[in-house]
């Protein structure tokens, strides 16, 4: 007998909201410090040097690329230290969160945007109602974090009425 919308609802509030953490390991929090600091000092290196050639007037391609990236390393450092860097995958009773890049936003797939799952060994595609697709690679430093993950994908599917088909690479 198919479920009611009653028994629907109480199953998805019964799906907890799980974090898994991409990262290899996890920084303590002297080191979360260390790279803040850190970060200062480089985006105070950065506006020294510039205060200081420009004054002396040897402005040239080396010193702006050099400027840019000092401030560049500093900020990612200082975002590093705040954990605004970190890469995961958060699933919940409504939703999928992913942010697998350190630079660019997280990614937020709402269940009733998707229109299936294809799980890789390697990989998950997420197709969407919209005809995007949205590919989530795990990275090789972690692998014991792969079949959890995998697992949950297909516990959220299955709680959503979403396809979910395993698929093997083939080279």
């Excluded at 400027?67 to 590093?80: E, K, P, R």
């Excluded at 939703?95 to 390697?122: C, G, M, R, T, Y």
Aim: glycine share 4%.
């Amino acid at each position: 007998m198919p479920d009611s919308p009653a028994d629907r609802n109480s199953n998805s509030s019964n799906m907890e909201k799980k974090y898994f953490s991409l990262e290899s390991k996890e920084n303590t929090r002297a080191i979360k410090i260390i790279q803040i600091v850190f970060g200062i000092i480089c985006i105070a290196t950065a506006i020294l040097w510039l205060i200081h050639n420009i004054m002396s007037l040897k402005s040239d391609g080396t010193l702006w690329i050099t400027i840019v990236f000092l401030i560049s390393f500093g900020a990612y450092q200082i975002l590093a230290g705040f954990g605004k860097t970190e890469r995961y995958i958060e699933t919940g009773p409504e939703k999928i969160v992913l942010k697998q890049n350190s630079f660019l936003p997280k990614i937020e797939l709402k269940a009733h945007d998707l229109a299936a799952i294809e799980i890789f060994p390697l990989s998950i595609l997420f197709r969407l109602k919209n005809q995007k697709k949205i590919i989530f690679r795990f990275g090789l430093s972690n692998t014991e974090i792969i079949n959890p993950v995998k697992d949950e994908i297909v516990d959220f599917a299955d709680l959503n009425s979403i396809t979910v088909e395993e698929k093997k690479e083939e080279i």
